[in-house]
């Protein structure tokens, strides 16, 4: 069984030795690198690309939205989900926004947080439903102020299914590697990404990333 590589970033110890524990009792889970604050957190993921990284938000040094923000930059294939005691709505968009894939409570229960990093893994995105409303309200905000700097909404929507593979075409995965994410075939890939290219109004793979990240869609 190949197991899911996970990083764990937390200022609290205590707190990270009990998810070390608990995730370990998890068959596919192998536990690769800690670390306390963002900027550590940085450099490890360059180090060991962890599938899965499990991310506080208040933290000294480099704090957890900033951190996600670089690692997306530097290690593009990991996921990184926010596991934190706040929930604040300029929190959980900033979070989300600079690249995390999922938002996730402390108070959850183990069973949760276990499904959550599977499906982080697969490149679905997990929100606590408590957060899911905020997280509209926000996208709400950042549509009406891109709005003002003469970005409009697309006017043929992407699909559910064609956001999912944009985010997968972010990360720099192949259409075979989407494919196998996502449980659909290489060419149901090819016709989503014929879709996503048409929709977005741009010519190549890196132009559609770009400008889906412009617009707040990834």
């Known amino acids: 069984m190949k197991k899911l590589r996970l990083m764990l970033v937390d200022d609290q110890s205590l707190f990270r030795e009990a998810l070390r524990t608990l995730l370990s009792l998890q068959p596919d889970f192998e536990i690769v690198a800690e670390a306390e604050n963002g900027e550590r957190a940085i450099a490890l993921a360059k180090t060991h690309k962890p599938d899965v990284i499990l991310m506080d938000l208040r933290m000294p040094v480099l704090g957890g939205v ?35 894939l999922g938002y996730l409570l402390k108070a959850c229960s183990a069973d949760k947080l276990c499904e959550s990093v599977r499906a982080a893994a697969k490149g679905t995105s997990v929100l606590e439903p408590s957060v899911a409303a905020r997280m509209m309200a926000g996208l709400g905000r950042l549509t009406a102020r891109e709005g003002r700097k003469g970005i409009q909404p697309l006017a043929d929507p992407l699909s559910e299914r064609e956001i999912d593979v944009l985010r997968h075409l972010a990360a720099g995965h192949s259409n075979k590697e989407i494919g196998g994410a996502l449980g659909i075939t290489e060419g149901t890939v090819k016709n989503h990404m014929t879709n996503v290219l048409g929709k977005l109004g741009a010519l190549d793979r890196t132009q559609a990333a770009l400008k889906a990240r412009e617009l707040g869609l990834i």
């Open 66 to 100: 900033e951190a996600t923000r670089r690692i997306m930059a530097t290690a593009p294939g990991s996921r990184v989900v926010v596991l934190t005691t706040f929930e604040e709505d300029e929190e959980i968009f900033d979070a989300l926004q600079a690249g995390a």
